[in-house]
């Protein structure tokens, strides 16, 4: 079973940047790892992906806003969040050994969220 806690959320303000942070109890070598989100009322959505080769994949309302790490000595993922949008509040899920990039019902591991809130 592989462990996914979330950490860095709080409240930003509009244009602002926030870092979210993913611990993983081990590395997900091999499989596709990323962040999700979900608002009150509204469906789940992929945010950003690092595929099995290193190259990344985002959703289009945060490309060139977000950017996804990992640190593999950390067995850490982020989810840096620049130019921060009212419409960025959501609760943010960390998922692991995916086989798609934003593919929600790929992803078997699954943090237990982290809330941003942004004000304008």
């Known amino acids: 079973q592989v462990q996914l806690v979330e950490s860095g959320g709080g409240s930003v303000q509009a244009g602002g940047s926030l870092r979210l942070s993913c611990a993983m109890s081990?590395?997900?070598?091999?499989?596709?790892v990323g962040w999700f989100r979900q608002a009150p009322g509204k469906e789940l959505e992929g945010v950003a992906c690092?595929?099995?080769?290193?190259?990344?994949g985002y959703a289009g309302s945060v490309e060139g806003r977000f950017t996804i790490s990992r640190d593999n000595s950390k067995n850490t993922l982020y989810l840096q969040m620049y130019d921060v949008k009212p419409e960025d509040a959501a609760t943010y899920y960390c998922v692991a050994g995916g086989t798609s990039c934003l593919g929600g019902r790929d992803y078997p591991h699954w943090g237990q969220g982290t809330q941003v809130t942004v004000s304008s």
């Open positions: 690092i595929k099995p080769r290193g190259n990344t």
């Open positions: 081990r590395t997900m070598y091999g499989t596709y």
